[in-house]
């Protein structure tokens, strides 16, 4: 199936000939740079250090298992101070926990998206922000940190770019909480978002962990032969999600310099997990799970099963591969981020990081 498909849509080679596990993280800075310039835009320096002033607390929050802090995290930017409200949520366990930042459509403890009890369940610390608070999922660049930083370019970043880089500062608070076991931080998202914790994962490599929820065109689907959304209608309708060199490829898929699958190898060696929901044709379930397949020869430079699956063929909706270092399900439904996502992608991350 796979290689019928490399075939069919005509897709470019994974890795160079002759990579080796020495030379993989000069090849993962390249392309990186490359999907800043063709992409997501560049993203501008981290800042020197970020303030994080607790506005709320309470220490037993969930049935008295967790503590819930709120904070605002604020830094300098080329503008001026940005700053923007984070909620972390520390199950009372004794002892540094592994926390997952969830870049979020909505505020804290809304009813859908977040199964916080299911989370701090399973032994999780979670910090959580709303990704309007960074910028506004539209195309306004005069506000919220799209303001904090001049426009030089064509290849100046876009709201993805910007969300992404919000939740490294997030993963820079965390490193500032005992409660936090920082080795094993993960980022998730869900759809637009789930691009975004595949951008964030593949430039901040402290992220020990990504998950892509949904993330369907220009996340985790790969994009030559792609049904549903295309890079044609990802830019006519969000092009502010990207930097303005990426509308070169609209209707020319082929003459990308990358496919989706060098974005997801960009987290390598570290555990991926990548959902997709089977009525969801938009984002394309088979090329997701086709750019996961993919990842066998990156993860084999370190030794590591990427899927773990000879000849791996797309799930019956409700089955998953999660055998190697690289996890995949199919949720029977349509584009949602539901508990059945959470439990598996958390149960996947805690045996591997």
């Not at 859908?112 to 989370?119: L, S």
């Not at 876009?158 to 005992?178: E, Q």
């Not at 951008?199 to 892509?212: E, L, N, Y």
């Not at 089977?278 to 084999?300: H, I, K, M, N, R």
Request: contains cysteine.
């Amino acid at each position: 199936m796979v290689q019928e498909e490399i075939v069919r849509r005509k897709l470019p080679q994974v890795l160079p000939e002759g990579m080796t596990a020495q030379g993989f993280a000069a090849w993962r800075r390249d392309m990186v740079a490359l999907y800043a310039r063709e992409c997501f835009g560049v993203t501008p320096p981290a800042p020197a250090s970020v303030h994080a002033e607790t506005m709320a607390e309470q220490q037993d929050d969930w049935a008295g298992k967790a503590a819930h802090r709120e904070v605002r995290l604020s830094f300098e930017m080329e503008k001026g101070e940005f700053s923007f409200p984070v909620h972390l949520v520390l199950p009372h366990c004794g002892q540094p926990c592994p926390c997952v930042v969830y870049i979020s459509f909505t505020p804290y403890a809304t009813a859908g998206y977040q199964p916080i009890e299911e989370i701090v369940d399973q032994g999780w610390a979670l910090a959580v922000f709303n990704y309007e608070d960074v910028t506004a999922d539209n195309g306004d660049m005069g506000s919220g940190i799209a303001a904090m930083v001049s426009r030089k370019g064509s290849d100046s970043w876009g709201k993805i770019g910007m969300w992404a880089y919000a939740a490294s500062r997030v993963l820079d608070y965390l490193h500032t909480v005992p409660e936090v076991d920082t080795r094993r931080v993960a980022v998730l998202g869900h759809s637009r978002l789930g691009k975004t914790a595949l951008w964030a994962g593949a430039q901040d490599t402290r992220f020990a962990g990504v998950v892509s929820n949904d993330s369907g065109c220009s996340g985790a689907a790969v994009s030559r032969g792609k049904v549903g959304e295309s890079v044609d209608d990802i830019c006519r309708v969000f092009p502010y999600w990207f930097c303005e060199n990426y509308q070169k490829y609209r209707k020319n898929e082929a003459a990308l310099p990358f496919e989706q699958y060098h974005l997801l190898a960009c987290a390598a060696p570290r555990p991926l997990y990548v959902a997709s929901a089977s009525q969801d044709e938009w984002a394309d379930p088979a090329s997701e799970f086709l750019s996961c397949c993919l990842l066998e020869e990156v993860y084999g430079l370190f030794g590591l099963p990427a899927l773990g699956a000879p000849n791996p063929e797309l799930p019956a909706p409700g089955g998953r591969l999660s055998m190697g270092q690289v996890g995949y399900h199919l949720r029977p439904g349509t584009h949602y981020l539901s508990r059945y996502d959470w439990v598996r992608a958390l149960q996947f991350l805690r045996m591997r990081m």
